[in-house]
Structure formats: structure tokens, C-alpha cells
Nanobody, 118 residues
Framework: VEFVESGGGEVQPGGSLTLSCAPA????????MAWYRQVPGKQRGLVAE???????NYADSVRGRFNITRDNVKNSVTLEMNGLTPEDTGVYYC?????????????WGQGTQVTVSS
């Protein structure tokens, strides 16, 4: 299943961006949907995650500034990012775990670049 991301771009420090990720075809409601960030030379790291029951998990660096939401009808996930800093720069990937089977069964989006710069 392909997941299509949108919403990246360049913004000044303090600005906001919203990322979206949706499946290219109909799927069952995924167990969890999440956003990860990758910067050059580092592994992809979790930014925010939300299960289908509504439980959320945020990286400490974004808690209080970012908000993850899901649409369990469209099976899409959105990341609202506020108060952006240069440290938020990176490629953001949508990650979907449909049946709670773990990393080997993750689906990933193609990635979208977020650049925070003055």
C-alpha cells in the first residue's frame, strides 16, 4: 500500500506547517500512524504517533508545539507543527502500522522536506 504525503516546505523560525499523509487505496483502519524525522547522518526518529483509539506519543522536543490527528474514515494522519525552530528541519516520513505487527510490517511514505530557516 502506498501512502502519499503532502505539506512540506520552507518556513521561518516561529512559523507553522501542516503535513498530511493518506493511503493511495482503501485500507482497513491502521492500528497506529506516526511521523518520523530524519536528518543527514542520523537515523529516523519518532516525532509523534497516534493509535486508532486516540492514544498519542510525542518526542520531548516537539511536545506542546506539534499536534498529531487522524481521520479514521479516510485513514489519514496529519501533523500540525507550530513554533518551528531550525532544529525541526529534516525529511518527515509518515509511518503506518496496520495490524500492530511491528517494524518489519511498517509502511512508509515517500518523505517530505521541512526546512526552518531565516
Amino acid at each position: 500500500v502506498e501512502f502519499v504525503e503532502s505539506g512540506g516546505g520552507e518556513v521561518q523560525p516561529g512559523g507553522s506547517l501542516t503535513l498530511s499523509c493518506a493511503p493511495a487505496e482503501k485500507i482497513v483502519t491502521p492500528y497506529s500512524m506516526a511521523w518520523y524525522r530524519q536528518v543527514p547522518g542520523k537515523q529516523r526518529g519518532l516525532v509523534a504517533e497516534m493509535t486508532k483509539s486516540g492514544s498519542t506519543n510525542y518526542a520531548d522536543s516537539v511536545r506542546g508545539r506539534f499536534n498529531i490527528t487522524r481521520d479514521n474514515v479516510k485513514n489519514s494522519v496529519t501533523l500540525e507543527m507550530n513554533g518551528l525552530t531550525p532544529e525541526d528541519t529534516g525529511v518527515y516520513y509518515c509511518r503506518v502500522d496496520v495490524f500492530n505487527l511491528g517494524p518489519r510490517n511498517y509502511y512508509w511514505g515517500q518523505g517530505t522536506q521541512v526546512t526552518v530557516s531565516s
